[in-house]
């Protein structure tokens, strides 16, 4: 079973779209991994993300891929401890019918998370449909949560909300948006807390990579490697193993970190279920453990997720 895993894991599209990151940013000279532009201003630092929809979700769900243009970057911001200011967007839309489903879409995530969208642009009339939208943050200096800093020893803790659903179209979303604000809001803040803790040694968000990928990402640029117990990882009891481990929570954080009771801690009290699902080693080996079987997933020895090798 685990062999099947780390196959499924290794050829879904969005994994290996993340090679284009580094390939891209040797061409324009662009250091990649993470997740938000870190840029001291006063002081404080400002965060600085954007993201672009990917058209498979644009195909499916217009309004959907509006309220997450929105939701992905509030991430970025809030996987390295830091709060959002603002939001622009650049948006193509073929007809009134898409502007508007597209529109109501962001309108709804700038309502539930507290986010104002300050000014923009936008292609009527288009040949297609897109989304890009760029959120701008701040974080205290001695914060900042980097992807590139975990240390072998520490403990990795996978947070999820875990109260919802998948995507009636996009099997690879898991939408659990469908509550109150106030708890929306407050598992964002969560990895502000833990910044402010200091109590991790590096974070993400997990993306459309998935988990395992998001996880194989922060190894990478840490030089660090894993073991990572399937077992532990939470879940939704409808959700098979292998097909959760690709999936894009609304919302879930991956952290390294020496002291993972108090993280679990602060994760929880911020409505998100929290668990220690592996150990970071020197080993530059991403390896999956699950029952008695174990397989490696990723080698950075030989192999680069973010397209980093030459």
């Known amino acids: 079973m685990i062999e099947e895993i780390v196959k499924s894991i290794k050829s879904y599209d969005g994994l290996k779209r993340k090679k284009y990151a580094g390939i891209f940013g040797r061409k324009i000279n662009v250091d990649v991994g993470e997740d938000s532009a870190v840029i001291e201003f006063g002081n404080n630092f400002l965060l600085f993300t954007t993201d672009s929809i990917w058209d498979v979700v644009l195909q499916q769900d217009l309004q959907w891929g509006g309220f997450v243009s929105i939701l992905v970057n509030l991430h970025d911001i809030a996987a390295m401890g830091g709060e959002p200011i603002s939001a622009v967007n650049v948006v193509s839309a073929i007809n009134n019918e898409a502007l508007e489903k597209i529109s109501k879409g962001m309108r709804d995530a700038c309502n539930v998370y507290g986010i104002k969208i300050v000014g923009g642009h936008i292609h009527p009339n288009a040949k297609f449909n897109s989304i890009d939208v760029a959120i701008i943050g701040k974080v205290d200096k001695n914060s900042v949560i980097y992807s590139n800093t975990a240390k072998a020893e520490d403990y990795l803790v996978y947070a999820v909300d875990l109260d ?51 996880l194989g990402m922060m190894m990478e640029v840490s030089r660090k490697g894993c073991v990572v117990d399937l077992k532990s990882i939470p879940k939704p009891e409808n959700v098979e193993l292998k097909h959760w481990l690709k999936v894009y929570p609304a919302a879930g954080f991956i952290v390294s970190t020496p002291e993972p009771e108090k993280v679990i801690k602060i994760f929880e009290k911020h409505y998100l279920t929290a668990d220690i699902i592996g150990v970071v080693n020197n080993s530059l080996k991403v390896e999956l453990s699950l029952k008695n079987e174990k397989k490696i997933a990723f080698d950075f020895n030989k192999e680069s997720i973010l397209g980093l090798l030459r």
Do not use: C, P
């Not at 009636?168 to 939408?175: A, R």
């Not at 809001?185 to 402010?196: F, L, P, T």
């Open 164 to 214: 919802g659903k998948i995507h009636e179209k996009l099997k690879y979303n898991f939408d659990s948006t469908k509550k109150d604000a106030k708890i929306l809001r407050s598992q964002m803040k969560a990895m502000v807390e833990i910044g402010k803790r200091g109590i991790v040694s590096a974070g993400k968000d997990v993306s459309n990579a998935g988990l395992i990928g998001t």
